[in-house]
């Protein structure tokens, strides 16, 4: 029998949650706060965790961080409200297994903990920031679409462009746009794709285990380092290594990476020799590393090396000839998962999907189609199965461009209200509130900066 921890401190919902799954044949301990969850997960073999997002002693990102550190192979399953959608996209991104909006229908919870434990059961203990994927694996070349709009097929012609090249590659785009794919679908395409490709969220490293992690060290290094360990570098030798959320890195880092770019050599922590490596950086941010570098924030001889060719995956919401494209795709697949019949959406469905804002972009979709089609079972998808956040969402009406002024400002003045709020919800602990807000630490000291927060 799966031991499940849930950790819910609405208590009714928590108990209706339990009596749901127990009835299903799971056993659930519940847990009102991280801390109490948190000690149950170390005291019981816990094969799943499912968490809420916003908790009385903090939130389930940190359930999530915790797990990641020490069990990175358990899953976790987030809860959230609609409105915290980028939220639930940073947490698959940093290595959830699923997340679901309340109110949650049932049919979908038991489907995502079945699917949880069965991938659970597959899945070997591995790093937590890094995902190596061998170069003959053709699977995410089969996920990877390149879609039908003009920018789809422009973003394409560019990755068959500098593929072939060994160009170091900076890859923009906002949470959810398929970063990580295009730069799978570069090393697939390069004279490198027999060789390995590592993938690291350089945002999940710390400060202090960053040099470690990234170059590797020998035994007796620092305190706690009782094995030679290898790095990310050298497991990437003779392939790719991806680099997500570069700006995330400390300044000492910057120096060391800019080193292995220029000589092809690394040095583990505590050696006294350097290792040749011949690896390929694609690197991935949603900032803007040149406005960083100019304020001293990056390197702005590392952001040049970095930046020999740039590829942009434009949000969702700017290619509307590739929305209905996705939206089909999806539901095949869901179909397929799910062995669900469902033949296509309502025109009301489709009218909303085109005036929503998307701010999860492809993966707000594809779990929102997911959902549709789990709920829909067969023939077309309704209105009633979309969730409500996207019908009560309003389209932004056209602007006078001479009210552009106080657009900003009022814009201005509602991020600032909106920092203050989470900051006292995170006890004005910046690194959470970062966390919580999914933006750089480096950005959100910028923001409280600019409008006087201290």
Same mark, same amino acid.
């Given at each position: 029998m799966a031991k499940i921890l849930l950790i819910e401190d609405d208590l009714t919902y928590s108990k209706i949650i339990s009596k749901f799954l127990e009835k299903n044949g799971f056993e659930v301990i519940s847990s009102a706060k991280i801390a109490?969850? $948190? %000690?149950?997960y170390e005291k019981y073999q816990i094969d799943l965790i499912i968490t809420d997002y916003r908790l009385p002693d903090g939130t389930g990102m940190e359930v999530l961080d915790h797990v990641l550190n020490s069990h990175p192979e358990l899953p976790v399953i987030l809860i959230t409200n609609y409105s915290d959608i980028r939220t639930a996209v940073k947490s698959m991104k940093m290595g959830a297994f699923e997340y679901i909006t309340k109110p949650i229908n049932p049919d979908e919870l038991l489907l995502?903990?079945?699917?949880?434990?069965?991938?659970?059961?597959?899945?070997?203990?591995?790093?937590?920031?890094?995902? %190596?994927?061998? %170069?003959g694996d053709k699977t995410s070349e089969l996920d990877y679409q390149i879609g039908k709009s003009s920018e789809a097929l422009q973003i394409e012609e560019h990755i068959v462009l500098v593929a072939p090249t060994d160009l170091s590659i900076i890859v923009l785009g906002e949470s959810g746009t398929g970063k990580e794919y295009i730069s799978k679908r570069v090393h697939q395409k390069s004279q490198r794709s027999n060789g390995?490709?590592?993938?690291? *969220?350089? &945002?999940? $490293?710390?400060k202090e285990l960053a040099g470690s992690e990234l170059f590797g060290h020998v035994k007796g290094a620092f305190t706690g380092a009782i094995d030679h360990k290898t790095g990310h570098f050298e497991n990437a030798n003779g392939g790719t290594i991806f680099l *997500?959320?570069?700006?995330?890195? %400390?300044?000492?880092?910057?120096?060391? $990476?800019l080193r292995a770019i220029q000589e092809r050599k690394i040095r583990k922590i505590g050696a006294n020799k350097d290792v040749s490596i011949d690896v390929r950086i694609i690197a991935a941010t949603n900032e803007d590393l040149q406005e960083l570098a100019?304020? &001293? $924030?990056f390197r702005e001889d590392l952001f040049h090396r970095l930046n020999e060719f740039s590829l942009r995956a434009q949000p969702l919401r700017e290619r509307p000839e590739d929305l209905m494209f996705f939206s089909n795709l999806f539901m095949q697949k869901s179909n397929a998962n799910l062995e669900k019949n469902v033949t296509g959406f309502s025109p009301e469905v489709e009218q909303i999907f085109r005036e929503y804002h998307w701010p999860g972009n492809l993966r707000e979709l594809r779990n929102i189609i997911r959902r549709a089609v789990l709920l829909t079972g067969e023939g077309i998808i309704q209105t009633k199965v979309i969730p409500s956040e996207l019908l009560d969402f309003e389209t932004f009406q056209p602007v006078d461009i001479n009210s552009a002024k106080d657009l900003k400002s009022s814009f201005e003045d509602q991020e600032k209200l909106l920092i203050i709020k989470t900051l006292e919800e995170m006890r004005f602990n910046k690194s959470k509130t970062a966390k919580v807000l999914n933006m750089d630490r480096k950005t959100l000291y910028n923001k409280l900066e600019k409008y006087g927060l201290d």
């Open positions: 109490e969850g $948190l %000690s149950f995502t903990v079945q699917q949880a434990l069965k991938n659970e059961k597959k899945k070997k203990p591995t790093q937590p920031v890094t995902k %190596s994927t061998p %170069s390995p490709f590592v993938a690291v *969220d350089c &945002g999940a $490293l710390s *997500d959320e570069i700006g995330n890195l %400390s300044y000492e880092i910057q120096i060391k $990476l100019k304020q &001293g $924030l």
